[in-house]
């Protein structure tokens, strides 16, 4: 149980083009959903937690209006990297927790990660 | 920004080793918790020790914790080929909800 998809596992885009990045939780509900960026050999860094029916909060030095974050359901939240460049290439990954899972004893679930490239 | 502080950054051993990692972290935490990373893959979760515990295993994993010195330790007992792989500790702060991912150790096992 607890399985996160995410899609697409990697996009090569052209620099300009905007990308649009999935996460689904499979087979739970989950109120909220984290974004997270890592480049080569280092950690992720934190970019944005998303929200169902409401707005994503972004962390400090993370343009909201470049990386735009839809959270229209309890299984799916996208990422949207507008008027990508190659300095947005990088490593995205999702995470979620079930929406009824206490914050105290419950680890997050990952998305395999989306590798995206921008030529 | 990050909270935690892996170390050793890298580490090498033999098969049938034990390897141990730890984190250090800087704020006051509800959780800690560790997780695998295969090359260019998402994150596992391994292993989550709340704050008012002081020590958890689960197989081959034995993890502490010590919120006077703000730090944890992983031990993996007996490596095997496929426990390569990087390992991050990641700290829920208070209840702001965010999962905080340290640095992370990248653990290489020798055959």
């Known amino acids: 149980g607890a399985v996160v998809s995410q899609h697409p596992s990697w996009v090569i885009c052209k620099s300009g083009t905007s990308v649009k990045i999935e996460c689904r939780s499979l087979d739970f509900q989950a109120t909220t959903m984290f974004w997270y960026r890592q480049f080569p050999k280092q950690s992720l860094m934190l970019m944005a937690t998303s929200n169902e029916g409401s707005k994503a909060t972004y962390e400090q030095g993370v343009e909201k209006d470049k990386f735009l974050i839809n959270h229209a359901s309890l299984t799916l939240s996208t990422l949207t990297v507008t008027s990508a460049h190659p300095e947005d290439s990088s490593f995205y990954i999702c995470?979620?927790?079930?929406?009824?899972?206490?914050?105290?004893?419950?680890?997050?679930?990952f998305g395999n990660g989306t590798r995206l490239t921008v030529t | 920004s990050q909270q935690g502080e892996e170390d050793p950054q890298a580490l090498s051993i033999q098969e049938g080793e034990n390897a141990t990692m730890n984190c250090s972290y800087k704020t006051s935490i509800n959780n800690l918790q560790w997780y695998r990373q295969n090359s260019g893959r998402g994150l596992v979760h391994l292993i989550l020790?709340?704050?008012?515990?002081r020590e958890k295993h689960s197989g081959r994993l034995r993890v502490t914790l010590d919120t006077s010195k703000k730090s944890s330790s992983l031990l993996i007992t007996a490596s095997r080929a496929a426990d390569t792989a990087s390992y991050f500790c990641?700290?829920?702060?208070?209840?702001?909800?965010?999962?905080?991912f340290g640095k992370g150790t990248r653990l290489h096992i020798l055959p």
């Open positions: 990641a700290t829920a702060v208070n209840r702001d909800d965010k999962i905080i």
């Open positions: 995470s979620a927790r079930p929406t009824r899972a206490s914050f105290y004893n419950s680890p997050l679930h």
């Open positions: 020790i709340r704050s008012n515990e």
